[in-house]
């Protein structure tokens, strides 16, 4: 298995970033990484997404499905995406650090053959689109003045 990882600190309740994570219609507001292709479906046990992943702007967006596995409110979102060969799961976790801070945590572990063949090519693209998506978040969710 192979993982990527980033986090930021936010000055904002786990509750502010939660809103902003959870409410995906407003993604196209701050979130120029991933992309919900029909963000009217909520984030519910089972529901199939259909996303987009933009690394950079030099690439081409990248489309995929996968299945919301854990919605855990203010703590946890995560969804998995599975074809024969690769297996994607994709986490986003808060963590309160202090009063009114919270610690963003965005994981993905990636398994299969699949997965052993490109993730060598795409491993910097992505690290640099899930940091780049921290700090739109961290950007968002300070300036918001109201849950």
């Excluded at 979130?31 to 199939?48: A, G, H, K, T, Y």
């Excluded at 933009?54 to 409110?73: C, L, N, Y």
């Excluded at 780049?132 to 300070?142: D, H, I, Q, W």
Aim: hydrophobic residues 40%.
């Amino acid at each position: 298995m192979s993982t990527i990882y980033t986090e930021i600190e936010i000055n904002a309740s786990k509750q502010r970033v939660w809103q902003a994570l959870y409410q995906k219609e407003d993604w196209v507001e701050w979130n120029s990484f991933l992309f919900d292709r029909d963000s009217s479906l909520p984030f519910e046990v089972n529901q199939i997404l259909r996303l987009s992943v933009w690394r950079s702007p030099a690439d081409e967006d990248t489309e995929f499905q996968a299945i919301v596995k854990v919605v855990q409110p203010a703590v946890c979102l995560s969804w998995v995406c599975e074809i024969p060969g690769f297996r994607g799961e994709y986490w986003f976790e808060l963590q309160e650090i202090g009063e009114g801070r919270t610690k963003y945590i965005h994981r993905e572990e990636f398994s299969g053959w699949i997965s052993r063949v490109f993730l060598p090519f795409i491993r910097e693209d992505e690290k640099r689109g899930m940091d780049r998506m921290a700090r739109e978040l961290k950007g968002y969710v300070e300036k918001l003045k109201v849950l």
